[in-house]
């Protein structure tokens, strides 16, 4: 599966983005998808992910109550929309594919994913 990330931008503490992934493909409601962000300087780490199917989401606690991920599998799409941002979310942000389920919190691991967008920018002005 390919996946091509969207929607990144500069925007002022407090507001809003919404990110897309689309993903091309017919099998895309197979699989488990997550974002993940990268700051300079710093390691590639979990923002969040959801099931197959939609019906469990998961979140890094720096963004619970913040952001929130969901996804369309009719149009093999999975959003990241983003509320509440601060200057520490700026960072480029990737969306990723897992071909298995997610078990015993393997949702955090970048490892568990198999294939990965190209990343796009956010950042967050104070």
Known sequence: V???????GLVQAGGSLRLSCAASGRTFSRYSMGW????????REFVAAITWSGGSTYSADSVKGRFTISRDNAKNTVYLQMNSL??????????AASERSFYSGSYYRTTTYDYWGQ????????
């Open 2 to 8: 390919q996946l091509q990330a969207s929607g990144g």
């Open 36 to 43: 993940f962000r990268q700051a300079p300087g710093k390691e």
């Open 86 to 95: 601060k200057p520490e979310d700026t960072a480029v942000y990737y969306c």
């Open 119 to 126: 990343g796009t920018q956010v950042t967050v002005s104070s």
